[in-house]
Every structure is written in C-alpha cells, then in structure tokens.
C-alpha cells in the first residue's frame, strides 16, 4: 500500500532562508508527483508536476526534485518571503490506481518577515 | 475564469438532511475527482470518473453518491448527513491519457466547507 510522508510537519523560518521540504513515498511505482501549496480556508494550487521519468522541475524559485527509486522528492524554496507562508503538500499518482493522488500529511511553513 | 469551480463554499446543515455539492471544470478533461480533507487536513480520495463513468469508489458509504451528467460536470449528493461528515470536500479533474509520459496535472477547486450540527 503506498503511503507518503512529509518531513517536517511544520516550519518556521526568516525571511530571506533557502530551505527544502521532504516528501517521501514506500512505493516506486508512480506516474508522478504533484506538489501543491494550500493557504489556510483556500483550495490547491499546483506548483510543479515531476514525471516518473524527470529528475526535476523548476519554477521560479521552486525546484522539485524527484529520486523515484530510493522513493523521494525534495521542494526547494529559494530567498523565501512571508508570502510563501501556507501548506505546502505532495502527492503521488500510483500505477494502475485510476489516476488517484495519494497525498502526504503536508508542511506548515511559516516565513516570518 | 475559474478552472474548477465548486459551489457552494460553505454548507451547513442539520443531521440526517440531504445536500449536493456541485462540480464544473473547463479545462477539457476527462476526469474529474472528489477529494475529502478531514479536520487534520489530510486529503482522501473520494470517488472518480472518466466520462461520466465511475472508475474509482474508495469505499465510501452509499450514502454518498457522485453524478456525472456530462465530462465537465461532477456534483456529489449526501443522503442522511451525519457529524462525521463535516469536512471540506474538493472536486479536481485532470487528463485520463497514458499517466506515464502525459502533463498529468490535477488541478483543484476551492473547496466546500460541509458543517453538519
């Protein structure tokens, strides 16, 4: 069964830090994996999609990267600003599963000014 | 121009009534997915469909049950609502092409806030 897991739960930062959120799945076989970002009450906003076969996406000053076979992917935020603040969550598509996402707890990030 | 619309944002309701939450996307997809997030704000699958044809019921009860009408649509009907259901609930959709080597990206709405008292 696969599960995904987000290190840390929560974290708080300067403004002005680079810093990574972890995300890690216990099955390799995937599509794909999605990171979003969830503000408090607001919906999901997708952020960056990473194939099965990509090591990596950027935008802006996030970059994903994805290590399918050790079961890992790392989101990068760099020069972080207060606006940054929310839930930042990551997802999995799973092979054979009719395309659903299996999501991880999420990050609570906080960018103190 | 909102991709995924859901409407309405917030519900409240009384124990054992009846409500829908309805579902529009216009991004052309064909499938389309309803998400519950509970009060620790973890997101489960609810239901899929590809077509207007139910493809994914992740055993949920039947007093649940989504409706199709066309691709674009998905609405979700609750019978007899319960405490338990309060929750907010996502509708998503995304391409149903080969997963492996598409742009698969799900795209959300904003979610309904369900509170039952």
């Known amino acids: 069964k696969q599960e995904v897991t987000q290190i840390p739960a929560a974290l708080s930062v300067p403004e002005g830090e680079n810093l990574v959120l972890n995300c890690s799945f216990t099955d390799s076989a995937i599509y794909n994996l999605q990171w979003f970002r969830q503000d408090p009450g607001k919906g999901l906003t997708s952020l960056l999609l990473?194939?099965?076969?990509?090591r990596e996406q950027t935008s802006g000053r996030l970059n994903a990267s994805l290590d399918k076979s050790s079961g890992r992917s790392t989101l990068y935020i760099a020069a972080s600003q207060p606006g940054d603040s929310a839930t930042y969550l990551c997802a999995v598509i799973p092979y054979n599963q009719g395309g659903k996402l299996i999501f991880g707890q999420g990050t609570e990030l906080s960018v103190k000014p | 121009d909102t991709a995924v619309s859901q409407t309405p944002k917030y519900l409240v309701t009384q124990m054992g009534n009846d409500k829908s939450i309805k579902c529009e996307q216009n991004?052309?997809?064909?499938?389309m997915y309803w998400y519950k997030q509970d009060s620790k704000k973890f997101l489960k699958i609810m239901f899929s469909?590809?077509?207007?044809?139910?493809?994914i019921n992740e055993t949920v009860p039947n007093r649940f049950s989504p409706k199709s009408p066309d691709k674009a649509h998905l609405n979700l009907h609750i019978n007899s609502l319960e405490l338990g259901d309060s929750a907010v609930y996502f509708c998503a959709s995304s391409t149903d092409r080969n997963w492996e080597g598409m742009n698969t990206e799900a795209f959300f709405g904003q979610g309904t806030r369900l509170t039952v008292v």
């Open positions: 990473i194939q099965s076969s990509q």
């Open positions: 991004l052309g997809h064909d499938t």
């Open positions: 469909y590809n077509n207007k044809e139910l493809i």
